[in-house]
């Protein structure tokens, strides 16, 4: 399985961008980049995914190296709901569909 | 509320006794998957099923442990005999079959062993 690598931990104050890093690469060319977070004491939640072009949407954008090999969740104003741990998995396109969660980044957010 | 619940939402019992939980995907997926949570760690996969398919299950799963989803729909994880080692978050996901779908997490079911 791919596996990816994220820092344990970052903090942002309220109100301004976050920018949490993802390092993928052993991507294979077919994978998905997924991006999930987890409130305390919840199920994980998608956030957004992508493939090889930049992506928006409600919750967040996500940019996607041109190599693929690496990947940024952008919170563009951080507000203390935001902080949860946030996971960033490789999602195959063929043979398992698992997804595969590291240990993620505890984003925490300062008012 | 159309989206994936668990039963119960917690669990305490007894070392070497037999658990079942249950879990109901959102009606049109069609996939599957238990996870296994512990305090700090991300989710552990566990199995997936495809309609009523058990299509992959994880080293993790011991033969203590046995999932099935008979009729496609809902799915049952039982764990035989636990273990105190068996305590942990037990977390279900549906999806659609398309590759690029997202997952939608229940709340979970926090196994207590004692």
């Known amino acids: 399985d791919a596996k990816t690598t994220q820092p344990n931990s970052m903090e942002s104050n309220e109100e301004e961008p976050v920018h949490l890093p993802c390092n993928h690469s052993?991507?294979?060319?077919?994978?998905?980049i997924h991006w999930y977070r987890q409130l305390p004491s919840q199920g994980p939640e998608y956030v957004i995914h992508?493939?090889?072009s930049n992506v928006n949407n409600r919750m967040a954008s996500l940019a996607i190296a041109e190599d693929r090999k690496s990947s940024t969740l952008i919170l563009h104003r951080a507000t203390l709901r935001d902080a949860a741990v946030y996971y960033c998995?490789?999602?195959?396109?063929?043979?398992?569909?698992?997804?595969?969660f590291g240990t993620g980044t505890r984003l925490k957010v300062l008012a | 509320d159309t989206g994936v619940s668990q039963d119960p939402r917690h669990k305490i019992t007894k070392r070497g006794q037999n658990v079942t939980f249950r879990c109901d995907p959102i009606?049109?997926?069609?996939?599957l998957y238990w996870y296994r949570q512990t305090l700090g760690q991300g989710p552990e996969f566990l199995t997936y099923?495809?309609?009523?398919?058990?299509?992959?299950k994880s080293r993790l799963l011991s033969d203590r442990f046995s999932a099935e989803r008979p009729k496609g729909s809902f799915s049952t994880l039982e764990i035989q005999r636990t273990e105190q080692g068996d305590s942990a978050m037990y977390l279900c996901?549906?999806?659609?079959?398309?590759?690029?779908?997202?997952?939608?997490f229940g709340q979970g079911t926090r196994l207590t062993v004692v």
């Open positions: 009606s049109e997926h069609n996939r």
């Open positions: 052993t991507i294979s060319g077919t994978d998905y």
């Open positions: 996901a549906s999806s659609l079959e398309a590759p690029n779908a997202e997952a939608f």
């Open positions: 099923f495809q309609n009523e398919a058990q299509l992959e």
């Open positions: 992508g493939l090889t």
């Open positions: 998995i490789l999602r195959a396109t063929s043979g398992t569909y698992k997804y595969i």
